[in-house]
């Protein structure tokens, strides 16, 4: 079928729902998730560059454009059994890429094999391309908890997602992390304030820990 595979099988990612089976006010798909992502990372690359570090942006976009394609076989894993432990996360990113690096062998033409292997690949790397990307999918998964417990969201999972994804974030030495604790975090905790959850006391211990 060549690459009419490749992009018909993009509408199955707007059928993937993150977090799934929790109640969630508003509904996110893996579409939309990588998205928001490329958003995210732009103006994270920006801030790179602001303070003087260089960005191959064609590979950024090609990471954070294409980082959950791997979902359309395996669906959305949640986070806390994701992460359980190293060997899981292995195993799961192993069936991933293997079952990407099958996609591409049976539907992609000779020629552009090489170019879908590494846009498809895993991007999170110790690049600066590859740990904007992890900031990125991570800040996502922030906005994402932050909005359902600003509407008061007793799913533990969202204040574990949250939490996860600031402990995570803050461990990473960029600028644009730094600029991220000093500058939005404080205008995220202050719009949360008046929200039934403590967004302000479960921000606090994350990034004590």
């Keep these: 079928m060549g690459i009419h595979a490749y992009f018909q099988s993009l509408t199955d990612l707007e059928r993937i729902i993150r977090c799934p089976g929790k109640f969630k006010f508003q509904e996110h798909s893996v579409s939309a998730h990588s998205w928001k992502v490329v958003q ?15 960005v191959d942006w064609k590979k950024l976009y090609e990471i954070t454009s294409s980082h959950d394609y791997g979902e359309i076989f395996i669906g959305d894993i949640k986070t806390p059994v994701k992460h359980y432990s190293l ?34 690949r895993e991007g999170k790397d110790d690049s600066v391309e590859g740990q ?6 991570k800040l996502d998964q922030i906005y994402e908890a932050f909005a359902e417990l600003q509407r008061g969201n007793l799913e533990k999972e969202f204040i574990v997602m949250y939490r996860h994804a600031l402990i995570k974030i803050k461990s990473i030495r960029l600028h644009c992390v730094d600029y991220f604790l000093r500058h939005i975090l404080p205008d995220l905790v202050r719009e949360g304030a008046k929200s039934p959850i403590d967004i302000e006391q479960i921000t606090r211990e994350a990034l004590a820990s």
Excluded: C, W
Excluded at 132 to 137: M, N, Q, S, T
């Design 40 to 54: 995210y990372a732009k103006t994270l690359a920006d801030i790179e560059e602001s303070n003087g570090v260089a």
């Design 132 to 137: 904007i990307l992890e900031v990125a999918d």
């Design 87 to 120: 060997e899981l996360r292995a195993m799961l990113q192993q069936v991933e890429e293997g079952m990407v690096a099958h996609f591409i062998d049976e539907h992609i033409p000779e020629a552009f094999k090489p170019i879908f292997r590494r846009q498809l």
